[in-house]
């Protein structure tokens, strides 16, 4: 009898678990868990959990089915470890599409070497290298955060509306730091501006002395450093503060984290910066609903990941279907209008719309629109670092 007890509760223990995974999709995650931008990935993943988790909690993705998510470390700079990360995912796994990757190098070593091989949806929350928007990506690449060659614009109409003429750039040895440096110097010489010297960090140095001295020799009101804030870039500007070889600094997105500040202090007040970001709604209901989830919710890139990972699920349903080629085939549609507008905590109004038949136009929480191939419209957040902290200047 007790044998039969045994084998009868195994049998239904196999059934039930069969029966849940036959009412699971597995949707991966692939961000920087380590590396120079582990302490933006801290907001950011969970910001794209917390978008799954309220798809499940409605019940109403394909007539009740929910997602599994499958997290890997893309690592931000290891092009084979993140490829590795996403064969596993889509082979093993089989996840049904990816959020991610997050930066540039890592992101386009993805998308050319396993996902469209295996016809696999990307959408990146924070991959913004302006060679993304030309990537040979068979359609199945999108991302949530605006083109470095738009940031690169902001950023020099942002000095130019200072009155700097003269500025000194250092930028991270990569896809993302090239291309953002390339685009801001077209940028700010187009304003009648002056790049001093523009020249590359390597990441992962404990002496960036040498660097600076480089950068000191050709001069220039303020530093450029677009790099990241627990890597290289924090080094720069450690080493130009104690040297006395630039007092303000300019950076990029991937410098606007807490962390900088903690680590510098506040030698870095009146420094300033750029970042995607908006003052929308969706922005505000998206703050409210992270408020005790995460620890930065109006942090960089936390509104794309959270996008992304609702476009995700809001394609699947569209489509009727977690088939890869029916998502990829139902992004745009559910990005863009027309259709009646979803906005953060709304994922259930878009679930039973498409449902129903509707149309949805999901603007969520960085007013996302894809304009394009790998490319997405977006506002940028002006800040200044003042008395310790990140403060908003202006939207542009």
Known sequence: MKKLLLATAASTLIATSALSAAHQINVGIILGYTGPIESLVADMGPAAEFAFA????????????????????????????????????????????IVGADCSGVTGAIVSNVAVPNGVVMISPSATSPGLSTIDDNGLFFRTAPSDARQ???????????????????????????????????SFKALGGTITISAAHEDGKADYSAEVGALASAGGDILAVLGYADQGGKGIIQAALDTGAFET??????????????????????????????????????????????GNP????????????????????????????????????????????????????????????GEIN?????????????????SYQEYEIIDGAFVTQRFR
């Not at 999901?362 to 977006?378: D, M, Q, R």
Request: with cysteine; net charge negative.
């Open 362 to 378: 999901y603007e969520g929480a960085s007013g996302v629109e894809l304009i394009g191939p790998g490319e997405a419209s977006g």
């Open 249 to 294: 600094f300019v950076m990029g997105d991937g410098m606007k984290s807490d962390s900088l500040i903690e680590a510098i202090g506040s030698d870095l007040n009146g420094s300033i910066g750029t970042q995607p970001g908006s003052d929308s709604d969706g922005t505000a209901m998206l703050i409210e609903l992270l408020t005790g989830v995460v």
């Open 152 to 186: 690169g614009a902001v950023m020099a109409d942002v000095l130019n509306d200072k009155g700097i003429t003269e500025v000194a750039v250092t930028y991270t040895n990569n896809d993302y730091g090239k291309g953002l440096a390339d685009a801001f110097e077209a």
């Open 298 to 357: 109006g942090g960089p890139f936390t509104a794309e990941s959270y996008d992304a990972a609702a476009l995700v699920a809001l394609a699947i349903q569209a489509g009727g279907s977690a088939d890869r080629a029916s998502i990829a085939a139902n992004v745009l549609a559910v990005a863009n209008a027309p259709g009646e507008i979803i906005l953060p905590g709304e994922l259930a109004k878009g679930l039973q719309i498409l449902a129903d038949g």
């Open 54 to 97: 309220e798809v499940n909690a409605s019940g109403l993705l394909l007539g009740g089915k929910t997602i599994n998510v499958i997290t890997g470390d893309s690592t931000c700079i290891d092009s084979a470890a993140a490829t590795a990360v996403a064969e596993k995912q889509i082979t093993a796994d089989n996840v049904a599409a």
